[in-house]
C-alpha cells in the first residue's frame, strides 16, 4: 500500500520567512495530493491541493510544488506569519475515498 | 451548510459502556469516513461509507460499529473499548468520486 513520508518533524522559522514541508510517497499510482493544516484541538483543514496532472499550484502565500518523476511533493509558505503556527499534515491518495497521511510537521513561527 | 458536525465534543466511558458518536453533513456528499487520531499522530482511515454503503473497513476490532442510516448522517457505536481506544475520533465526507475530504471538530474520548 502507499506509504507517505514527511520532512522535518519540527521547523521553526521567523515571522516574515519562508517555510518549506517535504513529502515524498511511494505509489506511483498516486495521483491527488492535499495538504491540511491543524491547529491544537481544531479540525484537520484543507489549505491547498494538487492533482497528478499539475507541477504547482499558488494560493496567495502558499504553494504547493510535484515532481511526479522522483515521487515527492512539497509545501511552501511564504512570508510567514504567527497564526501559521500549527501541524501540517501531507497526505496522498489513489482513488475517491482512501487518504494515506504523512506523519506531520510542526511549525512554529516567532514573532 | 458548508460543514461537517460532530457530537459529543468530548466523550468519557468506561470500559464496559455502549455509546455511540454522531457526525452529520448537508453538503450532499455522498462519502463519509471515520478517522481515529492519537496525540501528535496523522489521523488513521477506519471505515469509509459510499452511497450509505460500508466500502472500506481498515479491519478496525468489532468494539467498533458503523452505521450510516441515511446520506447526512453517520454514527460510530462504541462497546466494550479499552483505554487505548482513547483517540480524537473525525468524521469527513466528501462528494462522490471527489477526493477532497472535509473533516469535522472531531470527538475526544476517553476511556476509563
Known amino acids: 500500500g502507499e506509504n507517505v513520508e514527511q520532512h522535518p518533524s519540527t521547523l521553526s522559522v521567523q515571522e516574515g520567512d519562508s517555510a518549506v514541508i517535504k513529502c515524498t510517497y511511494s505509489?506511483?499510482?498516486?495521483?491527488?495530493f492535499p495538504w491540511y493544516k491543524q491547529e491544537l484541538g481544531k479540525r484537520p483543514q484543507l489549505i491547498i491541493d494538487?492533482?497528478?496532472?499539475?507541477g504547482e499550484k499558488k494560493d496567495q502565500r502558499i504553494a504547493v510544488t510535484l515532481n511526479k518523476t522522483a515521487k515527492h511533493f512539497s509545501l511552501h509558505i511564504t512570508e510567514t506569519q504567527p497564526e501559521d503556527s500549527a501541524v501540517y499534515f501531507c497526505?496522498?491518495?489513489?482513488?475517491?475515498?482512501?487518504?494515506?497521511f504523512g506523519t506531520g510537521t510542526r511549525l512554529l513561527v516567532s514573532p | 451548510d458548508t460543514e461537517v458536525t460532530q457530537t459529543p465534543k468530548h466523550l468519557v466511558m468506561g470500559m464496559t459502556n455502549k455509546k455511540s458518536l454522531k457526525c452529520e453533513q448537508h453538503?450532499?456528499?455522498?462519502?463519509m469516513y471515520w478517522y481515529k487520531q492519537k496525540a501528535k499522530k496523522p489521523p488513521e482511515l477506519m471505515f469509509v461509507?459510499?452511497?450509505?454503503?460500508?466500502?472500506i473497513n481498515e479491519s478496525v476490532p468489532s468494539r467498533f460499529s458503523p452505521e450510516c442510516p441515511n446520506s447526512s448522517l453517520l454514527n460510530l457505536h462504541l462497546h466494550a473499548l479499552q483505554p487505548e481506544d482513547s483517540a480524537l475520533y473525525l468524521c469527513?465526507?466528501?462528494?462522490?468520486?471527489?477526493?477532497?475530504?472535509?473533516f469535522g471538530p472531531g470527538t475526544r474520548l476517553l476511556v476509563l
Open positions: 497526505a496522498a491518495s489513489t482513488g475517491f475515498q482512501k487518504l494515506v
Open positions: 453538503m450532499g456528499h455522498r462519502a
Open positions: 461509507y459510499s452511497y450509505e454503503k460500508l466500502s
Open positions: 494538487i492533482r497528478s496532472n499539475v
Open positions: 469527513a465526507s466528501s462528494q462522490w468520486r471527489k477526493e477532497t475530504q472535509y
Open positions: 505509489d506511483s499510482a498516486s495521483n491527488y
